[in-house]
Each structure stands twice: as structure tokens, then as C-alpha cells.
């Protein structure tokens, strides 16, 4: 059987913040953040928009791209909705915590009453576990065809707006691949590899210290600062460069292929001296990797399906091109899919 994306979608709130504009409430510049990290700006939601606000949005986004392109039988949003088997969305932001899961909020929303709905967490790494999980869910069983996977964040709420070292870094999104089973052609199609790891032992190094089980608040406690991330960047750094040149060699290997066999790597967007530091060590040139992290900062588990969003738009997917996704972050989890389009 054959898993393949055959729609997209990514939704953004309307807010663009500028690093000039960051630049006027704290302690930075333009300069250091494009010198530093490749970032220019990031869409920052309102206080009434939630993480399943962007996502209910990038799931429209993508079944009306499959309704647009005619990927799909069905006629309206609505009928399309109803064949969706399982909706999966990777997030570290979610509305609520615990539950309900965002996902079931976006489940809701979409009218997709047949569906099941589940979270994933693992940070940026989300949409490349959710591939993998949806892709096994949908084998799995005779009768389940259709998948929505989803990356969405609303990191803002999720940041300490004094800590310059991190506030800078993270944006808000959503996005979005629809994927189908399909059976086997001549040509091997869809989702060919994946590689999916965690390095445990650098939990702390990536972490929401506040408002878990490990770290609750307290009844009584006078509270300062919301949860927020707080991250040793140095060794997240050195982390990333190196889950990217394993991963890419992993998946190479794996199917027996060159990097000349690929069309785009479409790496989480944290940083462009990661990936530039990586394409280096493994002696990739930078045009091979797709990088927009310019306009839309890390928006961790939305990175990637953003990206795939924009480059299918753009007509820069075609049929039959290979594509590699990676992600990396916190867990600290990495992996990647090599996907056929
Ligand atoms: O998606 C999750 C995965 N996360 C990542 O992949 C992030 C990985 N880490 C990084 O991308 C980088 O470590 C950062 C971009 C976070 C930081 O870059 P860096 O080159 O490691 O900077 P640094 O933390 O070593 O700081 C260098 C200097 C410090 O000043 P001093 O001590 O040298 O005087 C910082 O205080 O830059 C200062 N600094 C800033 N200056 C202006 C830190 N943040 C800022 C800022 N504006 N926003």
C-alpha cells in the first residue's frame, strides 16, 4: 500500500511582527536576530485565537485544495470531511492541557464524525511523527483510508517576553497534509521512509519547567511568569546539527538513494546556521534545503507542513519529486520522512 499527501493547507494569524517592531519592547535588533538565527518576522496571534483556531483554518485550507485540484471524488468540504479515519495534530501549545486534545476540537469543527483524533507530543518533531503514526493507523486496517496530519502552535503564549534569547526565536501556525492509501503502482509512491529517534538524556535541556506534574503550581502560589520555554540553546544547537546529518544520512541509506535522488530537504525552521552548518558537514549546497523561516520564525511541529504548504502552492512539488522532511526539537525527539510525491 501506498501513503500519499495529496493536499496541504497552513493558516497563519494576520499579525506579522517584525524584528524592528520586537526591537521596540526588548533588548535587540534586526541585526542580531538575522545574524544569528535567519529570522525577519513572526505571525503573532491575537489574545482570542488558540492553537485549534489556526488549526480548524489550515484543515479547511487543505481539504479545499483537494476539493480545488480534484485529488479527491467528493464534491464539498463537508462530504470530504466525513471520510477523514483519523485526524492527528503535533503540538506543544495545545488549548487545553491534557484534554480535550486539539485535535478533537479541529475534529469537531470540520464535521468529521467519522474520524478518530489525537494529539501528538513531540515537539518540533510532530508532523514527522505524525506521518509515521498515521501512515501505520491507516494499514493497520482494511477500512481506514484517509488521514489529516497537522502541525499547530501558538508558541507566543508559551514564551517569556523578557527572555530575549528565546522570545525572539518562536512563531505561531498551523499546517497541514491530507493523506490517502492508496493501492501499490508500478512506481513505489507515497511515504517510502522514516526514521523516527529520541535522545531523553537532553530533556532538560528543552523544557516548559512550570504547570506539570513534575513542577505543578501551587494552591496559594503567587505566579510571575505563565509556563514558558526555557532552553540551553548552545546544546539544542549542537543537538540539531547533528540530528540533521544523521538523519539524512539515515534516510538515504535506507533507500538506497543519493541526495541527487532528491528535490527539496524541508528542515524544521529554527535556525538557518543549523541547516547551514549541516548542509556544510554532509557537503549538501544550501539550495537543496528549503528554508522560509525568514517570515515565519520556529514554529516548531507546524514548520515543516508550512513549508510542504508552501512549496505545493508554489508548484515547486511536482509528481514524482522526492522530498525530505526533518524535525528536531524538544524531548529532545528528531526524525525524518522521505516521501515520494
Ligand atoms: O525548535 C527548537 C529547537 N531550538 C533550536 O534549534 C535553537 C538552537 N539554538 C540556537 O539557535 C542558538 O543557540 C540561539 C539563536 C538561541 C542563540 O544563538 P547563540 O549564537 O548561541 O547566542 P548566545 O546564546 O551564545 O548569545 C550570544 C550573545 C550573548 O551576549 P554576551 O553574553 O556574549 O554578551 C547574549 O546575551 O548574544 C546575546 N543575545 C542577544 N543579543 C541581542 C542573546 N539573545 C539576544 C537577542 N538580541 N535576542
Request: aromatic share 6%; proline share 3%; net charge neutral.
Amino acid at each position: 500500500m501506498a501513503i500519499e499527501i495529496i493536499a496541504t493547507g497552513r493558516a497563519t494569524p494576520p499579525r506579522r511582527i517584525s524584528n524592528a517592531e520586537l526591537a521596540e519592547k526588548i533588548s535587540t535588533s534586526d541585526e542580531w536576530i538575522r545574524s544569528h538565527t535567519g529570522i525577519g518576522s513572526r505571525y503573532i496571534a491575537d489574545e482570542q485565537t488558540a492553537t485549534s483556531d489556526l488549526a480548524l483554518q489550515a484543515a479547511i485550507n487543505t481539504l479545499s485544495l483537494a476539493l480545488e485540484r480534484k485529488t479527491v471524488q467528493e464534491h464539498s468540504l463537508e462530504e470530504l470531511a466525513l471520510t477523514l479515519d483519523m485526524i492527528i495534530i503535533g503540538t506543544v501549545s495545545p488549548d487545553y492541557y491534557g484534554f480535550p486534545s486539539t485535535a478533537c476540537l479541529v475534529q469537531h469543527g470540520l464535521g468529521a464524525l467519522n474520524a478518530g483524533a489525537m494529539d501528538i507530543s513531540a515537539a518540533c518533531s510532530g508532523f514527522v511523527y505524525g506521518l509515521e503514526t498515521a501512515s501505520g493507523l491507516l494499514c493497520m486496517r482494511q477500512s481506514r483510508k484517509r488521514a489529516l496530519v497537522m502541525g499547530a502552535e501558538v508558541l507566543s503564549r508559551l514564551v517569556d517576553w523578557d527572555d530575549r534569547g528565546t522570545c525572539i526565536l518562536f512563531g505561531d501556525g498551523a499546517g497541514a497534509a491530507l493523506i490517502e492509501k492508496r493501492p501499490d503502482g508500478k512506481e513505489k509512491r507515497g511515504l517510502l521512509q522514516t526514521v523516527l529517534r529520541a535522545d531523553g538524556s537532553g530533556a532538560q535541556s528543552l523544557v516548559i519547567q512550570r504547570g506539570g506534574s513534575r513542577n505543578p503550581y501551587r494552591r496559594g502560589e503567587i505566579i510571575d511568569t505563565p509556563p514558558h520555554v526555557q532552553m540551553d540553546g548552545r546544546a539544542v544547537y549542537n543537538f540539531a546539527v547533528k540530528a540533521v546529518t544523521e538523519i539524512v544520512d539515515k534516510l538515504l541509506a535506507l533507500e538506497g538513494i543519493g541526495i541527487d535522488a532528491v528535490k527539496w530537504i524541508v528542515p524544521h525552521q529554527a535556525n538557518a546556521r543549523i541547516v547551514a552548518a549541516a548542509g556544510k558537514r554532509l557537503g549538501i549546497p544550501a539550495e537543496k534545503f528549503f528554508l522560509n523561516i525568514e517570515s515565519y520564525a520556529n514554529t516548531s511541529a507546524a514548520s515543516i507542513p508550512i513549508a510542504l504548504d508552501e512549496l505545493n502552492r508554489r508548484e515547486e512539488i511536482r509528481t514524482g519529486d522526492i522530498i525530505m522532511t526533518i524535525g528536531f526539537g524538544g524531548g529532545l525527539t528528531y526524525g525524518g520522512n522521505l516521501i515520494k510525491w
